[in-house]
């Protein structure tokens, strides 16, 4: 049940208003003067995502990048159809999507307040992950912040990527992780880990990608 008027209320109130600034490459975008009413819950490196109070069950993805792309992530929403561990779309307008809200924390921020991530999660994800190749579609760029949890239950936040070609181990080396050191560590005793920690471990993961990925080419 989409509102003429809510559609009405992003075109005028949020796009209006909101700034939405990329500062660094690969660093997340941030967004300032937000309208009142308005909440940003995400940011991610190419859109932020907010929610206004009267409509508590969608979001609405703002995209910084070519209209390209947010037309790719629509059809990737219109080829996914209905799964649980996903969202879907509601609505696509010019350089924005209305889908439908993922309630309840990125696995990242699990990581960083100290909340016990239970293998269900993984496990959930690692099925939505199968059912989007069954649909013909490439998993991409699935890390700690395009997943969040809730009850014990897994969902993919960020499809954006899933049309791009080739092998992407992002999801793979962190499920590795976590059967390999989380369980047998935070998962007994989960505590917090900084931001600033996550990080360096996120920024090491990338040179480390990068400096065996040169190493292969030259094998
Ligand atoms: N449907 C949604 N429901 C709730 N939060 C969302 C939703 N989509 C995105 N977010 C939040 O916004 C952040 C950025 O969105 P994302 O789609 O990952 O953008 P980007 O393509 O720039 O990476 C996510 O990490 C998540 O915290
Ligand atoms: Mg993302």
Same mark, same amino acid.
């Given at each position: 049940?989409? /509102?003429?008027?809510? +559609?009405?209320?992003?075109?005028?109130?949020?796009?209006?208003?909101?700034? %939405?600034?990329?500062?660094?490459?690969?660093?997340? #975008?941030?967004?300032?003067? %937000?309208?009142?009413? =308005?909440?940003?819950?995400?940011?991610?490196?190419?859109?932020?995502?907010?929610? &206004?109070?009267?409509?508590? *069950?969608? #979001? #609405?993805? +703002?995209?910084?990048?070519?209209?390209?792309?947010?037309?790719?992530?629509?059809?990737?929403?219109?080829?996914?159809?209905?799964?649980?561990?996903?969202?879907?779309?509601?609505? *696509?307008?010019?350089?924005?999507?209305?889908?439908?809200?993922?309630?309840?924390?990125?696995?990242?921020?699990?990581?960083?307040?100290?909340?016990?991530?239970?293998?269900?999660?993984?496990?959930?994800?690692?099925?939505?992950? *199968?059912?989007?190749?069954?649909?013909?579609?490439?998993?991409?760029?699935? &890390?700690?912040?395009?997943?969040?949890?809730?009850?014990?239950?897994?969902?993919?936040?960020?499809?954006?990527?899933?049309?791009?070609?080739? /092998?992407?181990?992002? =999801?793979?080396?962190?499920?590795?992780?976590?059967?390999?050191?989380?369980?047998?560590?935070?998962? /007994?005793?989960?505590?917090?880990?900084?931001? /600033?920690?996550?990080? %360096?471990?996120? &920024?090491?993961?990338?040179?480390?990608?990068?400096?065996?990925?040169?190493?292969? =080419?030259?094998?």
């Amino acid at each position: 049940m989409m /509102k003429k008027k809510f +559609i009405h209320l992003i075109e005028t109130e949020l796009l209006k208003k909101v700034v %939405i600034k990329s500062e660094k490459a690969h660093n997340p #975008v941030t967004a300032e003067h %937000i309208p009142i009413g =308005w909440k940003c819950v995400g940011v991610g490196n190419y859109a932020a995502v907010f929610m &206004h109070y009267t409509e508590p *069950e969608l #979001v #609405v993805k +703002i995209n910084i990048v070519d209209k390209e792309n947010l037309e790719k992530e629509a059809d990737i929403y219109r080829r996914l159809g209905n799964h649980p561990s996903y969202s879907h779309l509601i609505y *696509e307008g010019d350089n924005y999507l209305v889908l439908k809200r993922l309630e309840g924390i990125t696995m990242y921020n699990a990581f960083a307040k100290g909340i016990r991530i239970p293998e269900t999660v993984i496990k959930d994800i690692n099925e939505a992950l *199968e059912y989007a190749r069954s649909r013909g579609l490439n998993p991409f760029d699935i &890390h700690g912040k395009n997943v969040m949890m809730k009850d014990g239950r897994g969902y993919v936040v960020d499809v954006s990527d899933f049309y791009k070609q080739g /092998k992407d181990e992002k =999801w793979e080396d962190l499920v590795k992780a976590y059967n390999k050191l989380y369980k047998k560590t935070l998962y /007994k005793y989960p505590v917090k880990i900084p931001f /600033k920690a996550l990080d %360096i471990i996120r &920024h090491t993961y990338r040179f480390y990608k990068k400096i065996r990925r040169k190493l292969q =080419w030259q094998n």
